[in-house]
Each structure stands twice: as structure tokens, then as C-alpha cells.
């Protein structure tokens, strides 16, 4: 596998060409973000067991809109029962779990390392009578975040490609994972881009909101207001993925079947 260095405009190109591909389909792609939202409440509404799940499902639901926007892209029409089409084939299945409980392990030892050096502080923010200190906790809570954003930096780049190395590429993890880093170490600028572009986006949209309800709009109404927002901006960041994809790996894989692109390079006509 061969992965291109790209400019660091590239990271905005990503999103620019995200937002042409959720325009092709937009009704298409709001209903997976608005699945994936729903997903990802109901993990909350189950203790440590939802979250455990919704981690080591991530990879099978990036691959789920990877395939998706391939479709998209090569101008065939997201029907219902192909959402799924991409988790028909057993091995394809059986190595996106594989990778799911790998990227759970990893977000598990990443948080136990970073909470390890702080464990003293955050223990501390405990009283003698076993009250919890709010204001300690969270200023003992800052290390430990810091930290562990710092080893998910590491641990998105292991995972970031790999589900589509694996699907589509047919790959082993072991190489997926390599590929991966390497692929996001060459465009490490591209990426900063990227993420810092989004973090303004999501940023002003919550201002934008923050404004209409200092002017006199009540927040019940604001939130109903940016709930949709908020969902097709979530759209937009999935459909985003895919650019991101071909413009370092390309369009030469293997063909699936029916449901996906045949790696023809009909998918780089949209973007």
C-alpha cells in the first residue's frame, strides 16, 4: 500500500468535498447521522456496558459510511437494505470485529495510562467522609484528559484507515494498522487542518446558538432549532471520510459485489 503526501489545504478540501457528496444524497446521509446519533444515546442510557459497545462498534459504523458514500459517489441511489450490504461477506465481518475490540482495548489502556499518574489527585478530591470535592475533581480531572488526548491523537492514527484497509484491501489488521499511521504521519498537516477546521465549525455553530439566545430566544427553541443543524453538520464530517480515504489510498480496490463501487474511479467524478 501506497499513501500520497498531500498539501495541508487538503484538510479542507476534505470537508469542501464531504459537503458535494452529502448534496447528492442529503435525505440518504441525514438519516445515518441521525441513526448514528441514536446510537450512539442509547449507548449512554446503559453504564459502562453501552459505552464499551458503541467503542468497539465504531469501526464497523465508519466502514458502514465509507461504503456508503463509495455508493454515493459512483452515483447509485443508498436504498435501505444496503446500509448493511457491506457486513454480508463473514470475513469482512469477523476482521471489522476484530479491529473493534482491538480500538476498545487500546481506548481502555490509553485511559488507564493517562489516569495512572494522577491517580493521588483525583483521589484526593474525595473527602474523609467520602463527599465528592466538585471543584477538586475537576481541576485534578485536567491531567488525565490532557493526557489521554494526547494518546488518542496516536490511537486515531492506528485506526483512522483501517477499517477500509481491511474491507475493502482485505488486509491484516497487523498491516492495516501500519498502513494507517503511516498514511496519517505523511499528511499529518492535511489532518491538523482538518480537525482544526471542524473544531471551528462545531465552534460556531454553539456561538451562533449562544447569540440567538442571549437576544431573547428561548434555549428550548434554540435547541430545537440546532438539532437539525447539528445533524447534517454530522452528516457532512461522515461524508467527509471518504475524500479523505481516496485522496491518500486512491480508488484501486477490489470490488464487493452489488452494493459498492467496482474501483473504476467513477467515485473521484463528484469530487
Known sequence: MQAATLPITSGWSWIQDGFKLFKLQPMAMFF???????????????????????IASTPLLTFITLSACRNIAAGRPMLLPMWLEPLRDKETRKSLFGLGFAYMVCCLAGGFIATLPFLDG?????TADGAIDERAL??????????????????????WHAPALIGWHRIKMTQALFFSMVACWRNKWPFLAYGVSWAAIFFAIQMAGATLT???IPPGI????????????AAVL???????????????????????????GDEDSVL
Do not use: E, K
Not at 32 to 54: A, N
Not at 244 to 253: E, H, K, R
Open 138 to 159: 475537576m481541576l485534578a480531572m485536567r491531567g488525565p484528559f490532557i493526557t489521554f488526548a494526547l494518546i488518542y491523537v496516536v490511537i486515531s492514527a492506528l485506526f
Open 122 to 126: 483525583l483521589m484526593s478530591a474525595i
Open 214 to 216: 442571549s437576544l431573547g
Open 32 to 54: 445515518w447521522s441521525l441513526m448514528t446519533g441514536f446510537f450512539i444515546t442509547v449507548s449512554y442510557l446503559i453504564p459502562l456496558l453501552g459505552q464499551m459497545v458503541l
Open 238 to 264: 461522515y461524508c467527509s471520510f471518504y475524500p479523505a480515504y481516496i485522496s491518500v489510498f486512491g480508488t484501486n480496490y477490489p470490488g464487493q459485489g452489488h452494493g459498492d463501487a467496482h474501483g473504476s
Open 222 to 233: 434554540m435547541q430545537i432549532l440546532l438539532t437539525p443543524v447539528n445533524i447534517v453538520v
